[in-house]
C-alpha cells in the first residue's frame, strides 16, 4: 500500500497532537509532533540563558544540541529527548508556552528544525501535526488538515492539560497566551500558521476526539482511493 505523508496543521489546543497520535496507531505510521521540537529549543535557550536576539548564540546552541523522540514502551507516546535526557513532561510548562512563539518565530531555528523534519519524513508513513507542515515542510503531503476550534474551549482544554500536570492556571491567563501565540505564529515572516490552499478545514469545537480521527481517516482513504487510479 502507497506509504502517505499527512499533515495536520492549525491552533494550539484543538486536538491536533491527539488526533495525529492516533491516526498514526491506526495505520501503523511514524508520529512526529514537530510542536515538541520548538519546545524543545525554547527550553534549552531558556536553561542556558540565551536570549531570542543573541543570533551567534542562537546558531551555536543549534549546532550542538540533539532533539529526538524516542518510543516510551509502558505509555507508547513518543517523548522528546534533548541531549539523551528525557524533557517531554518540562516542554509542556506554561514558561514554555509563553516563549515558544518568540523562538519559533527566528529564522534559524525554522531552518533547522524544517530541515529535520524533512529527514524524518523522507520515507512517508509518517503523520506529522505543527503549523506549517502542509504549507512548508511538505506542501507535497497527500492529506492535509487545518485545525481550529472555538478559543474559550481551546484554553479550558490547555488549562486542564497543565491541572493533569500540577500547574494551575488562570482561565483567562491561558487565553491571553493562546492570542499571543496565535498573533505571533499567523504573523511572522517565516513559514507563518495558514491554512494550505489544499488543506481540509477541521472544526473540532464540538466533535469528539474519535470523531476527529475518523475524519482524518476518511481523508487518508480518500487519497489512497486517488492514489489508486493515478
Request: net charge neutral; glycine share 6%.
Amino acid at each position: 500500500m502507497k506509504q502517505l505523508v499527512i499533515a495536520i496543521d492549525g491552533y494550539s489546543s484543538c486536538g491536533k497532537s491527539t488526533t495525529a497520535k492516533a491516526v498514526a496507531h491506526l495505520l501503523h505510521y511514524a508520529y512526529v509532533d514537530t510542536g515538541a521540537m520548538y519546545r524543545g529549543v525554547t527550553l534549552y535557550l531558556l536553561e542556558h540563558g540565551i536570549a531570542c536576539d543573541d543570533l551567534p548564540a542562537v546558531e551555536q546552541a543549534l549546532k550542538t544540541l540533539s532533539v529526538s523522540f524516542r518510543r516510551n514502551r509502558q505509555t507508547g507516546r513518543n517523548e522528546l529527548f534533548l541531549d539523551g535526557v528525557n524533557r517531554e513532561d518540562d516542554i509542556r510548562q506554561m514558561r514554555i508556552s509563553n516563549s515558544v512563539s518568540e523562538v519559533s518565530v527566528i529564522p534559524q531555528v525554522r531552518h533547522a528544525l524544517v530541515a529535520q523534519q524533512q529527514r524524518m519524513g523522507r520515507k512517508r508513513g509518517v503523520v506529522m501535526d505543527g503549523r506549517d507542515i502542509g504549507t512548508t515542510v511538505f506542501p507535497d503531503a497527500e492529506v492535509k488538515i487545518f485545525m481550529t476550534a472555538d478559543m474559550e474551549l481551546r484554553a479550558r482544554r490547555r488549562q486542564m492539560e497543565l491541572a493533569d500536570k500540577g500547574e494551575h492556571v488562570p482561565l483567562a491567563e491561558i487565553i491571553e497566551n493562546l492570542r499571543k501565540r496565535d498573533h505571533i505564529d499567523s504573523n511572522r515572516a517565516e513559514s507563518p500558521l495558514r491554512r494550505a490552499a489544499d488543506a481540509v478545514l477541521l472544526d473540532t469545537t464540538h466533535i469528539t476526539i474519535s470523531e476527529q480521527v475518523d475524519f482524518v481517516l476518511d481523508q487518508v482513504s480518500a487519497a489512497l482511493f486517488a492514489a489508486g487510479r493515478a
